[in-house]
Every structure is written in structure tokens, then in C-alpha cells.
């Protein structure tokens, strides 16, 4: 494949959910930068994350983890191999995740690692808010 080039990270994104249509086009559904709850602990039932990488080629190794507020706990974790073929192309990793549970309100984070380095720290508020009343 030749020389192996980290990529870059370009952005994250966070949604209820994605689709792929015909055509290969990525539908993106619910997008929020935060989470808001009324009672803790709180579970959100779907969480799509959405990552772009571009300008690096060869194989890489991906983990994504969402951590506590205080870093110490994992959330979630999950692992994927890379490979990018062309430095020229974009690269988007998509994970969806189900049932997580949040113990309490707080920031919590969202980090990406390629081949064991860190790469990105994405904050993830999680707010209680008051019930609504709808008269």
C-alpha cells in the first residue's frame, strides 16, 4: 500500500440515527449536541456518532469510547480497523450505539484514538430539565 500516513480528524456528529439511501447517500436523522433528561439515570434508547477522517492512508486501528464525566468509567467502547487506500479520499466511521445509560447530568466525553493515540475529546452534556407542562 505504501507509506502509512495518520489521518486527519475532521468532525464529529451526533444523531438519533443514519440511513443509508440509494446512491450510497448518508441520511442523517435527530442531530443534537446535547442530551437532555428528565430524571436520572437516563438511558438514550439510540445514539449514532459519526466520524470523519481524510488525507491519511494505510491500516489503522480506531477505538471510540464514551467516558463518565470524571474520565474514569467507560460507557462504551468500540473497535474498528481502517483502511485508507488514497489521501485524497474522506473516510466516515459510523457507530450506533443502543441503551446507554447515564447515571447523572454532567459532561461526558466522547474521545477517538487511531493506533492507540488520541486524537479528539468531544464534550457530551447531559442535562436535567424540568417536565414541560403542555396546557
Known amino acids: 500500500m505504501g507509506e502509512k500516513t495518520r489521518p486527519a480528524f475532521n468532525f464529529i456528529l ?6 443509508q439511501e440509494i446512491g450510497g447517500k448518508i ?5 443534537f449536541e446535547s442530551i437532555y433528561a428528565t430524571h436520572f439515570p ?7 456518532i459519526i466520524n ?3 488525507e491519511g492512508s494505510g491500516d489503522f486501528d480506531v477505538l471510540l469510547r464514551i467516558l ?6 467507560i460507557l462504551r467502547e468500540t473497535q474498528t480497523r481502517l483502511r485508507l487506500t488514497n489521501a485524497r479520499y474522506k473516510h466516515r466511521d459510523i457507530s450506533i450505539h443502543l441503551n446507554i445509560e447515564f447515571k447523572e447530568p454532567g459532561t461526558y466525553w466522547i474521545e477517538n ?18 417536565e414541560k407542562s403542555f396546557h
Do not use: F, H
Not at 451526533?14 to 440511513?19: F, M
Not at 475529546?121 to 430539565?129: D, Q
Open 42 to 48: 437516563a438511558v438514550q434508547t439510540k445514539l449514532a
Open 27 to 31: 441520511s442523517l436523522m435527530g442531530l
Open 52 to 54: 470523519e477522517w481524510s
Open 68 to 73: 463518565s464525566p470524571d474520565r474514569k468509567t
Open 14 to 19: 451526533l444523531c438519533d440515527d443514519v440511513r
Open 113 to 130: 484514538y487511531i493506533d492507540g493515540v488520541l486524537v479528539n475529546s468531544a464534550p457530551l452534556p447531559v442535562i436535567l430539565v424540568k
